[in-house]
């Protein structure tokens, strides 16, 4: 069951059973929740937190999670951060019966030992840093796709900037959450200067393609009766969701040549083509006609508001003649 839209953000206060999740639909690791949410086939409410208008700084979502960070989890009392600690609990709490488990037990201690080993790797990589690098740093990137088209990369780009005195605004606005989004803008201080540095972008691709070569030694080892396994074995599994994700994003952000395509990584390659084709992906991941509407509520400068109207009319007006043919 897909989850359906909370108009009220106290709505469930614990007093209700059943699963809230908190998130935003661009949110890499919202994406990630939302994965093993459609993979184990978990019925769930949703509210989605404005992460465009800073709802997530708001004084209602710090009281769930001083951090103003999504995704967040309820479940009834029960308040769950962080998308690796969110997976886990599902993980924990909802693998009996019908509902499929994401760390398959009857496949031995060695197939676990290597989901565990590539989603510890997938995991590490600091998707976050390289989201907002490839906006500094384009010629690296090529071709990004929606939503991440030139006009949104320019605005990000402002947002990025201001972030860190942002986040001291917000800070004392919200007393009760001061000394985190303090520490959180001293980090992020810390973060953009490293961001701007073209050699330390460099790096951080390269030591993502390191992990991302392991990834493809692994696949490439799946042959006669494994060809269609997925990353570890022949089950989805967690591993399979940091996976899934952080090639969905590279993609999105134009850094699919650098890492896999045009034959750099062919069973990458391969695996991302798969995985578009299953329900959970298609149920995550937004969709053009998503981002068309999502666009819309950017608060920007009405000439590029324009703009972005006109490229997607454009856009989505080709994608129906293409169906039409």
């Known amino acids: 069951m897909e989850g359906t839209a909370s108009e009220n953000p106290v709505s469930n206060d614990g007093r209700e059973n059943g699963l809230l999740l908190y998130y935003h639909q661009y949110s890499f690791y919202s994406q990630k929740v939302l994965l093993a949410l459609h993979e184990k086939k978990l019925p769930y409410k949703s509210h989605i937190v404005n992460l465009i208008k800073g709802e997530q700084y708001q004084p ?3 009281h769930i999670n001083p951090r103003g960070e999504v995704p967040v989890l309820k479940d009834g009392i029960k308040i769950i951060p962080d998308s690796g600690r969110i997976i886990d609990y599902l ?16 496949e031995g201690a060695d197939v676990r030992s290597k989901v565990t080993h590539f989603r510890s790797l997938l995991d590490h990589i600091p998707a976050g840093a390289i989201t907002m690098g490839s906006f500094f740093h384009t010629q690296f990137c090529d071709k990004p796709k929606p939503p991440f088209i ?26 009760e959450s001061r000394d985190t989004l303090l520490q959180k803008a001293n980090s992020q201080d810390a973060r953009h200067e490293a961001l701007l540095n073209k050699d330390e972008f460099k790096k951080l691709l390269d030591q993502t393609d390191s992990i991302l070569q392991d990834v493809e030694k692994e696949l490439s080892s799946h042959t006669e009766d494994k060809t269609d396994w997925w990353l570890c074995c022949n089950h989805y599994t967690v591993a399979d969701i940091s996976l899934t994700i952080l090639l969905d994003r590279l993609y999105r952000l134009g850094l699919e040549n650098y890492f896999w395509a045009n034959g750099k990584k062919p069973h990458i390659a391969n695996y991302y083509q798969r995985v578009q084709l299953r329900d959970s992906y298609q149920k995550t991941i937004p969709s053009t006609l998503f981002h068309f509407k999502t ?24 994608l129906f003649y293409m169906r039409k043919k």
């Open 60 to 62: 209602w979502f710090l």
């Open 295 to 318: 666009l819309l509520q950017f608060q920007m400068p009405f000439v590029i508001g324009l703009g972005i109207v006109a490229a997607f009319a454009v856009l989505i007006g080709g």
């Open 150 to 175: 030139q006009p949104v990369r320019r605005l990000l780009q402002s947002a990025e900037k201001n972030s860190s005195t942002n986040l001291r605004l917000y800070a004392e606005k919200n007393p």
């Open 91 to 106: 993980e924990d709490n909802f693998s009996n019966g019908s509902t499929p488990r994401l760390m398959p037990l009857e």
